[in-house]
């Protein structure tokens, strides 16, 4: 980088604009009393004091870019040179704080047109009987899929040498804004987002670079309110690049860096180092004709009623209708329309709950006692505590909230038939819009996995592609929400950045003797591995 001006005292202004994908509730602090709170909302999204904007805080996007970047690189110095940190360890300094190279703001939403903040009802679903456990329903307020949120960031390089490390540091950090699309599962926003919640886009990129020890770039900087720095970011956005990498290379070629603008781009293409597998399913609202046959025989389309209030436009029309959220067509745009979706709570209980079935089964044939397999499934599934009273989060978690394509919206009117006379009972009679067909894309993240959970996964597989035993949403009894699995690709990510490996799931369940079907029964040994009683522990035969 010689023949370079020198970059001390330089300043980074980043802008982006951030597009949600899918439901997202980013909660706020309760303001007021419940039992004052005449609205009977029980979570509130965070709000600017000001102007009652909803808002994402700059602590927690800054805490979400120091997850990213520890998990990318797995380098504590990494995290501390571009977030700083509490306290440091020099030989010199112990105690010392380290300052943030970063500086983040408030980004503020914009709705979506004609679309508002939505209050909806939230469900805790038993994953053992897939019904509501009582008492676990809350209203919360939710920020619909199409909104975007502009958000500011500055990035201070101290000393020249350090900003290219700066910059590749950024680009690894906010490499998960790419969104569920990009090279991994991408970050996520707010709460639920085991269950597809928080799905974020960023789809345009500003970068101004800014010489504090030139006097025309020390006076273009600062000599601007804050105001007029947020105006000028937002107004940058307009016909910016849809990559951080492109926006900050062109920002350095204007500067005459054309030596650095190549070192960052030969930096930025770090190996991904998390561990983790991406389970890839189309699942099918239908049956199987045959279902010992292959995967390619026909398909019988079932019925799906995941209940919500109907529209608005319906009330009065239906008592029940399955749900549609906004889905969006163009995140650059923003576009967005209403999709029939296959429910957050309901298909991520529906995987527990199979896991649950087959853990248990398993133990019970390995005459294991209870405890083994449910700790192993709460491990990976998530409980409400360990064996120290604590909380378990899941380690699988839904990427997004499916959305289904195909099938034909169908209104059934159902009564209730007197078991003793045989006849209706008066004014029981119930009017619902179902939906009848379709297929959804899903995809099922794991961290940090090994081959026992992956054995689990592929009995999983084998339940959603031939006898759909467990259902999904209302109507079970009556034949609804039986959902076929038509694809199932399992792909493991090494920690060492190598290529993935994919599996065929469906080719290990309906072809015994391929390859696929080997390496599943590797899989499975784990399985029994990780369920069978420990020495001394085996339960006498019952």
């Known amino acids: 980088m010689s023949g370079e001006p020198d970059g001390s005292g330089l300043l980074w202004e980043i802008a982006l604009r951030l597009c949600l994908l899918s439901d997202t509730h980013i909660g706020a602090a309760r303001t007021v009393p419940r039992h004052t709170d005449e609205s009977g909302v029980d ?46 360890r020099t ?30 009802t939230g469900t805790r679903v038993d994953p053992a009987s897939g019904t509501v456990q009582p008492g676990r329903v809350w209203r919360w307020e939710i920020l619909p899929a199409g909104t975007v949120l502009t958000a500011h960031m500055r990035l201070h390089v101290e000393a020249p040498v350090d900003e290219a490390r700066l910059l590749t540091l950024l680009l690894l950090a906010t490499d998960g804004l790419a969104g569920p699309h990009g090279p991994g599962p991408g970050i996520r926003v707010g709460g639920r987002t085991g269950r597809g919640y928080g799905a974020v886009r960023a789809t345009h990129w500003a970068a101004h670079r800014h010489d504090l020890t030139d006097e025309y770039g020390w006076f273009a900087y600062h000599a601007r309110s804050w105001a007029q720095r947020w105006e000028d970011g937002a107004h940058a956005l307009a016909d910016a690049p849809a990559d951080l990498a492109t926006a900050l290379a062109t920002g350095l070629r204007a500067r005459g860096r054309t030596a650095t603008a190549a070192h960052l781009a030969a930096r930025a293409d770090q190996p991904d180092h998390r561990h983790r597998d991406e389970l890839h399913l189309t699942l099918a609202v239908a049956e199987r004709s045959d279902p010992t046959g292959p995967p390619a025989r026909g398909l019988r389309p079932g019925l799906l009623m995941v209940g919500d209030a109907p529209a608005h436009e319906r009330i009065g029309a239906v008592d029940r209708a ?46 294991a006692p209870p405890d083994r397999w449910r700790d192993w499934h709460g491990r990976w599934w998530g409980a409400d505590t360990d064996r120290r009273g604590r909380p378990r989060p899941s380690r699988i978690r839904l990427r997004t909230i499916p959305v289904l394509t195909g099938g034909e919206p169908l209104t059934t009117t159902r009564l209730t038939v007197d078991s003793l006379f045989g006849d209706a009972v008066d004014g029981r009679l119930f009017t619902t819009d179902l939906h009848c067909g379709g297929s959804a894309e899903a995809v099922v993240d794991v961290s940090e996995p090994d081959d026992a959970v992956r054995g689990l996964l592929t009995l999983l597989v084998r339940e959603l592609a031939t006898v759909p035993f467990d259902t999904l949403g209302a109507g079970a009894g009556s034949g609804n929400g039986r959902l076929t699995a038509t694809r199932a690709l399992l792909s493991t990510r090494p920690d060492d950045g190598g290529p993935p490996r994919t599996v065929d799931l469906l080719a290990a369940v309906f072809d015994p003797d391929g390859a696929e079907a080997a390496t599943a029964r590797g899989w499975l040994t784990a399985l029994r591995a990780a369920l069978a009683p420990d020495d001394g522990t085996k339960e006498a035969p019952r």
């Open 43 to 88: 979570l509130y999204v965070d709000r600017d004091p000001r102007t009652g904007a909803p808002r994402l805080r700059a602590t927690t996007l800054a805490g979400l870019l120091r997850h990213e970047l520890s998990a990318r690189t797995g380098d504590p110095d990494s995290v501390r040179a571009l977030m700083g940190a509490a306290r440091t």
């Open 322 to 367: 399955h749900r549609n959220r906004p889905a969006v067509t163009d995140p650059d745009k923003a576009a967005v329309h209403l999709a029939p979706v296959l429910g957050d709570t309901a298909l991520f209980a529906l995987f527990k709950r199979i896991g649950g079935r087959l853990a248990r089964d398993a133990a019970e044939h390995l005459d």
């Open 91 to 120: 030989p010199g300094d112990r105690d010392a704080p380290a300052m943030s190279a970063l500086d983040v703001d408030d980004a503020l939403a914009e709705l979506p047109e004609e679309a508002a903040v939505e209050v909806r």
